[in-house]
Nanobody, 116 residues
């Protein structure tokens, strides 16, 4: 089992910034893919950004140029720096983990609310 603990959500005004963190523990592999999804009320969960073992990344078109994903392997932590936040970025953000095993793990989520 892999446990994922997110932090860093909160309330921010439009144009502000937040940094989300997700730390993995348990029986994780050091070679893994981690990332972030989000789910707004009444909407499906959507990909925000993922970071693959070789360093390649994917971003949702809606966050390109504003969000940056990174990781600290020594801390088993992935970060999501979110700048120039917009009200439409408001959602519960979920950390995501997968590796060579046919299973994915999710964090419990952290709420981001952007006021206009």
């Amino acid at each position: 089992q892999v446990q994922l603990v997110e932090s860093g959500g909160g309330l921010v005004q439009a144009g502000g910034s937040l940094r989300l963190s997700c730390t993995a523990s348990g029986s994780f592999f050091t070679i893994n893919t981690m990332g972030w999804y989000r789910q707004a009320p009444g909407k499906q969960r959507e990909l925000v950004s993922i970071l693959r073992p070789g360093g390649s990344t994917n971003y949702a078109d809606s966050v390109k140029g504003r969000f940056t994903i990174s990781r600290d392997n020594a801390k088993n932590t992935v970060y999501l720096q979110m700048n120039n936040l917009k009200p439409e970025d408001s959602a519960v953000y979920y950390c995501y983990y997968t590796d060579s095993r046919p299973v994915a793990y999710w964090g419990k989520g952290t709420l981001v609310t952007v006021s206009s």
